[in-house]
């Protein structure tokens, strides 16, 4: 293992990607830095920690096709793009947004505006899971509740923002996505995401 330059310690961001240790989403603890990353060709999220250490599930991600959905015609590919999820809210429909109508509000760090874009769960989250495909949602992201739960720590932990990549295929390393999300979060508490601007 590569070490930090410090006695005794060493950082993911120095270890070869077979030395990175992998906790699963048990073992997984939210810290102050964590961004989420999705990969919408595997249909895979990642959430990393400030030292590269991550944790990796599977995520539902658009249908990839034209949907008609609350009165609009659009293409429901989740577009590619940096985020910040800035608000949580809560929404009725149950079915849609999960159990608890948790939706996360993704911005658009480019615009930003706030898009009809999120995070949250599915009623039948566990069947899409199971399916074929995960292409399956009208452009948000939907995860599993537990992993929403998590969503929902680290977000509050981070001052209630979460930066958020949806990208189609992972072909820079993680730590090149990490540092290039925070940067196009803006100056907004930064400081907690280890990035000077």
């Given at each position: ?91 009725g429909d149950r079915i849609t947004f999960g159990k608890d109508g948790t ?36 452009g948000c992201i939907i995860v599993s509740d537990e992993i929403l739960e ?48």
């Amino acid at each position: 293992m590569a070490s930090t330059g410090l006695p005794g310690t060493v950082s993911a961001w120095s270890l070869l990607p077979s030395e990175v240790p992998q906790p699963t989403i048990a073992e997984w603890r939210p810290e102050t830095g964590d961004v989420f990353i999705v990969d919408t060709k595997e249909n895979m999220g990642y959430l990393i920690h400030p030292d590269g250490v991550r944790t990796s599930f599977m995520v539902i991600t658009g249908q990839r096709s034209v949907v008609r959905y609350i009165g609009r015609v659009y293409d429901a590919t989740t577009p590619v793009r940096s985020w910040t999820a800035l608000s949580k809210e809560t929404k009725g429909d149950r079915i849609t947004f999960g159990k608890d109508g948790t939706f996360f509000r993704l911005t658009n760090n480019k615009t930003e505006e706030r898009t009809p874009y999120g995070i949250h769960g599915h009623a039948y989250a566990d069947k899409m899971f199971s399916g074929q495909t995960r292409y399956r949602s009208m452009g948000c992201i939907i995860v599993s509740d537990e992993i929403l739960e998590i969503i929902g720590r680290t977000f509050a932990m981070n001052g209630d923002r979460l930066p958020v990549l949806t990208t189609f295929g992972l072909e820079q390393d993680i730590a090149s996505l990490r540092d290039n999300l925070i940067k196009s979060a803006g100056n907004t508490n930064m400081t907690a995401y280890g990035v000077t601007l």
